[in-house]
């Protein structure tokens, strides 16, 4: 049920992938990763409210978590309180290891507040990443279009083609790349 869930959010089903993920937590109601998953596709339905309970209850079942904290800070992006998203998105780096979403993120919400310089710090030392360890192309193409730099944007969404990159197929209904979607390269892609 859940990894069907993902697929129907990757179709832009959010309904039906909403009912998936929460049958998949009823086999499994401590899941961490089935609770915010409901809460993710809460924010993708546009119902924050809702989404950012169903996150501050993850948090409750692990407060260390830095998928829970990522999560959470991406719907305060999607509501434009990018200064609770950047605390979020802070809190969540250290938690989560080497995963470069969160750092990602946090360059995406620094873009979307204005906050360029911090913005290209951030976007400097993923793209030196890169250079060692995968940093899905998606996430720098991203943060270029929050920059305004739609050309730069779209030849990372290239190499993401190229790559095969897992994130491609959710840059249809993610509302980080949201930017992306009215450029008409971006449909070619």
Not at 9 to 17: I, K, L, Q, V
Not at 33 to 52: F, H, W
Not at 166 to 185: A, I, W
């Amino acid at each position: 049920y859940q990894m069907y869930s993902y697929y129907l959010t990757a179709m832009g089903r959010f309904d039906e992938s909403l009912a998936h993920m929460r049958r998949a937590l009823e086999f499994d109601p401590t899941s961490l990763s089935k609770v915010l998953g409901v809460g993710e596709i809460l924010n993708y339905l546009g119902r924050t409210d809702e989404a950012i309970k169903q996150h501050q209850t993850g948090l409750e079942i692990d407060p260390n978590s830095g998928f829970a904290h990522w999560a959470l800070g991406n719907v305060y992006v999607q509501r434009r309180m990018y200064d609770d998203a950047i605390a979020e998105y802070k809190k969540s780096i250290p938690l989560s290891g080497s995963s470069p979403d969160e750092t990602a993120t946090l360059a995406f919400a620094y873009a979307k507040s204005g906050k360029r310089k911090e913005t290209l710090e951030v976007l400097e030392e993923l793209k030196k990443r890169s250079e060692r360890s995968y940093v899905p192309p998606t996430l720098i193409a991203a943060i270029y279009a929050a920059l305004g730099e739609q050309n730069e944007a779209l030849k990372w969404l290239n190499k993401a083609f190229q790559q095969r990159d897992g994130v491609l197929p959710f840059t249809k209904v993610d509302p980080m790349f949201e930017d992306l979607r009215s450029d008409p390269t971006y449909a070619e892609v």
